[in-house]
């Protein structure tokens, strides 16, 4: 993992994000309910804005409009947003 307070010199990332406007998702963490707003998204997983400061390795469940609730890991958390990879790849 890249502490996220490095800039990647490279995109290793092997998919496409996508944009996500202003969606917003509803996201468990630590047996709370956050609302989040979605920076973008991709089959693997997404980046949120979540002003709190999580720890790199907790596990999230996100609840995303017209999705299947998705269970994740959080990867790194930089400046009040997290990256977050999913268990199991969307559609």
């Given at each position: 993992m890249i502490p996220?307070?490095?800039k990647r010199l490279f995109d290793e990332r092997c998919e496409p994000r996508e944009d996500?406007?202003?969606a917003t998702a509803v996201m468990e963490h630590d047996g709370r309910r956050h609302v989040?707003?979605?920076v973008n998204i991709s089959?693997?997983?997404t980046m949120v804005?979540?002003?709190l400061m999580p720890h790199i390795g907790d596990r999230v469940r996100l609840q995303?409009?017209?999705r299947d609730q998705q269970a994740g890991t959080i990867?790194?958390?930089r400046d009040g947003r997290i990256g977050i990879t999913f268990d199991d790849p969307m559609d």
């Open positions: 996220r307070q490095v996500a406007g202003s989040v707003r979605l089959r693997s997983g804005i979540f002003p995303m409009f017209g990867r790194w958390v």
